[in-house]
């Protein structure tokens, strides 16, 4: 399709274990983003990629997260050692240009993460 | 820091009522972005505006409205004569322009708008 792609949508797992989520963004957009949305809240900021450079991980909850975009396009946002704080939706969206023009962000549909 | 506060959890209106959703922001910026998104129950967030912080002139589209007064640091979103679709979770979100992070996005905590028939 020509929208945001995640993978999985839902990802269930034990306590402890690592985790890798997939952000496939939409052809060609240079800015990448992903975000963490708890159940009743709005999303908060992860991280933020342009092309392959991963300019603001500030919004990064601990050092058990990590995120890649090795090749400019497909983006990946792995978490170590799970624990239940880490169950939410993650969101990655992308945007044609770089972020200083502000262009609105195109979501995916999210995955869905519980951890037991 | 920037926050962005939607006072409003959730709005039940019956049906081609009119309905306002308000968004508050704060931000020491004097340029920023803001942003109106809907969070339909399949998770997607759909944007539906952006205005910059230099152009307060108000917008139509369709049945949407948008007032922005800098004034009073709102931006709300009216929709007029709502339908059973517009139901959804709406977000408003502001970013400030910048090099690296500007335009990481400050959400708000959301208004679940239920329409009913």
């Known amino acids: 399709g020509a929208g945001v792609s995640q993978s999985p949508r839902y990802k269930v797992a034990k306590r402890g274990q690592d985790v890798a989520l997939r952000c496939d963004p939409i052809?060609?957009?240079?800015?990448l983003f992903w975000y963490q949305q708890a159940l009743g809240q709005g999303p908060e900021f992860l991280t933020y990629?342009?092309?392959?450079?991963?300019?603001?991980k500030s919004g990064l909850p601990s050092d058990r997260f990590f995120a890649e975009r090795p090749e400019g396009s497909v983006s990946t946002l792995k978490i170590q050692r799970t624990q239940q704080e880490d169950s939410a939706v993650y969101l990655c969206a992308s945007s044609l240009r770089p972020a200083i023009s502000n262009q609105p962000q195109h979501f995916g549909d999210g995955t869905r993460l519980s951890i037991l | 820091a920037q926050k962005v506060t939607q006072a409003q959890t959730e709005i039940s209106v019956v049906e081609k009522e009119d309905v306002t959703l308000d968004c508050v922001y704060e931000t020491r910026d004097t340029t920023y972005y803001l942003f109106w998104y809907k969070q339909p129950p399949s998770g997607e967030l759909v944007f539906l505006i952006r205005r910059n912080s230099f152009d307060e002139q108000n917008e139509i589209s369709g049945r949407y409205s948008w007032n922005f007064q800098k004034s009073t640091s709102s931006f709300n979103f009216t929709i007029t004569a709502s339908q059973v679709v517009d139901s959804a979770v709406y977000f408003c979100a502001l970013s400030e322009a910048g090099e690296t992070s500007g335009s990481r996005l400050t959400f708000g905590e959301g208004t679940q708008l239920t329409v009913n028939p």
């Open positions: 052809s060609g957009h240079v800015s």
């Open positions: 990629f342009q092309n392959e450079a991963q300019l603001d």
